[in-house]
């Protein structure tokens, strides 16, 4: 789920729904400003809700997914 509710609203909504699991992370946009793009591919496979994200971070996560996917990049 990416969304720009805060962060726990965003996990309480993803749990009540089943989308999270307990051990999944929710990463805040404030954190994935700080990450790069090699440690953002290697984080999603175990995050299922991006919270108080902005559009160039959506940008960035559905790259991360398409190459962890091996799709080709998002169009710029």
Request: proline share 4%.
């Amino acid at each position: 789920m990416i969304t720009g509710d805060f962060a726990q609203t965003a996990k309480a909504i993803a749990y009540s729904i089943g989308l999270r699991k307990p051990d999944d992370r929710v990463i805040a946009g404030e954190e994935l400003n700080k990450m790069t793009d090699a440690q953002l591919r290697e984080d999603i496979a175990h995050t299922s809700v991006f919270a108080r994200v902005s559009p160039e971070h959506k940008v960035r996560i559905v790259r991360a997914l398409r190459s962890n996917d091996g799709s080709e990049t998002a169009p710029e």
